[in-house]
């Protein structure tokens, strides 16, 4: 075994060691590769700003089977201004997804339980009817599983919060999302439509950070990785990638001079690029995790939907099921009952 890991890590370091310092490849379309070039480094300044609002959420299916799907969706916002929390947002709902018949087309239809909503989120998530052959911009020949509905609409919910608190940040502020501004699923360009839109006429900087990234350079090496071995400090790299038609700009920060990680940024206009770096630097200073937002730490751990929170609900609903919804249950199940026998 230790000579097979050693074979290995050998094979991954020599691909490492080949590779030259080119082109980065988006794998979104409407994106077109550039040159690296060490002009693109750009220094960053600790900056504190306006009001910022950091926004994550999370889900965790609570019952599932073939034909339906009970998720529990817990939507976040923490508010800060100069570098005080000032207020939060959260939306907490059920939401459940059945399958139906419509004109002889297999469609999941959704219906939302409020639990704790402040602003009125979930409403709008109540109704919405998916083609599970057309989840994404293009349709499939594979069936999507119901329950990716789930992360559809929490994705959804995120955005839509990120709009509600546009009217609750000044102008000159900022929303920072989780994840990227990219749309990936059908009706997801709408709803961000909607937010760029509301942003712009606010004068409020809209931006999201993603925790990983898959893009590479053109010989195979992880784009990350390469800009991390390239310069030590803070900085932000843009641009990355040249966008094509009016899509995100995108750049690569470190963002903590001691921090080991670099991120991807997106924000919709690329004069807002230096200004949001020097925010986001502001309040990456956290010790247990230097260069990442602590107001996304924040915000992941209020979004997050535990195990042990999902199981206590599955208990609740299973004291109240019968017959029928164990066995309609039981058709995907058996695994976690041979996970359980150890």
């Not at 590769?33 to 600790?46: D, K, M, T, V, W």
């Not at 297999?106 to 052959?133: H, M, Q």
């Not at 789930?150 to 919060?161: H, I, K, W």
């Amino acid at each position: 075994m230790k000579e097979a890991i050693a074979k290995i890590v050998s094979e991954i370091r020599s691909s490492m060691d080949g590779a030259k310092d080119d082109m980065m490849i988006c794998s979104v379309k409407n994106y077109k590769s550039i040159l690296f070039s060490e002009e693109n480094f750009h220094a960053i300044r600790s900056n504190s700003g306006k009001d910022i609002i950091f926004i994550d959420g999370g889900n965790m299916e609570v019952l599932g089977s073939p034909s339906f799907s009970v998720q529990f969706i817990r939507i976040y916002g923490s508010i800060y201004s100069e570098g005080k929390k000032i207020d939060s947002i959260r939306a907490e709902f059920f939401l459940t997804i059945r399958s139906m018949q419509e004109k002889d087309h297999l469609r999941y239809v959704t219906s939302v339980t409020k639990i704790n909503d402040e602003v009125g989120l979930s409403a709008c998530f109540d109704g919405l009817i998916f083609d599970p052959f057309h989840m994404g911009s293009e349709r499939s020949p594979v069936r999507a599983d119901i329950k990716a509905v789930g992360d559809a609409v929490r994705r959804f919910s995120e955005l839509r919060l990120a709009n509600i608190s546009v009217a609750k940040i000044s102008t000159g502020g900022m929303i920072l999302i989780d994840g990227t501004l990219q749309s990936t699923y059908l009706g997801e360009s709408d709803i961000l439509s909607e937010l760029r839109l509301s942003a712009t006429k606010k004068g409020v900087m809209l931006c999201a950070l993603a925790k990983t990234t898959r893009m590479l350079t053109k010989s195979g090496w992880s784009a990350a990785a390469m800009l991390s071995e390239k310069k030590d400090g803070a900085w932000f790299y843009h641009p990355v990638v040249k966008a094509v038609t009016d899509m995100p700009e995108i750049s690569f920060a470190r963002l903590h001079e001691q921090s080991r990680y670099v991120f991807r940024i997106e924000t919709i206009r690329p004069n807002d690029m230096t200004s949001i770096m020097d925010v986001l630097s502001y309040y990456s200073s956290d010790p247990a995790f230097p260069g990442y937002p602590y107001g996304l730490i924040e915000a992941d751990r209020f979004a997050r939907v535990s195990k042990q929170e999902t199981e206590q609900m599955k208990i609740r609903f299973m004291m109240q099921s019968d017959k029928r919804l164990q066995s309609e249950l039981n058709a995907l199940n058996a695994h976690s009952i041979l996970d359980n026998m150890g």
